[in-house]
């Protein structure tokens, strides 16, 4: 019994750190979209992880002061536009280019849609377990 407490417990927290997670990037998302400084990047590299499948794009873009900013998206993988040399529409707020997203729709939504799954998948685990007991 002790050991279904603490499953569900950990299932509630897991749902509610990944509803946190998407929430928060809904909100950043909204921000973007009203107030965003938009640039066109370039992806000037790709990179792999000994762990990972797939090349992750190193993309380049200049801010408004004229400095050069590197990020790498989240979103990685075959068919998402990204490959060596490929420009690419950025977006980022005016006094942080450090949050820079890549503005094409299913980078935004990869962003949004993993942890807010992941949320209602946890929580629906632990919502029936408990009612179980």
Do not use: N
Not at 9 to 33: D, I, K, P, T
Not at 40 to 55: I, T
């Amino acid at each position: 019994m002790t050991g279904e407490v603490i499953g569900v417990g950990l299932c509630v927290c897991a749902g509610l750190l990944c509803l946190w997670g998407g929430v928060r990037e809904v909100r950043l998302q909204a921000r973007l979209r009203r107030y965003g400084v938009h640039a066109e990047g370039v992806v000037v590299d790709q990179e792999q992880a000994p762990s990972d499948d797939f090349l992750t794009p190193v993309i380049e873009f200049t801010d408004r002061q004229g400095r050069p900013v590197g990020f790498r998206p989240v979103a990685t993988g075959t068919g998402l536009g990204l490959d060596l040399g490929a420009h690419v529409p950025v977006v980022h707020l005016p006094e942080q280019p450090e949050s820079a997203r890549v503005f094409i729709r299913r980078h935004r939504r990869s962003r949004i849609v993993g942890p807010l799954t992941g949320g209602v998948l946890f929580l629906g685990t632990a919502v029936p377990a408990t009612l179980a007991r």
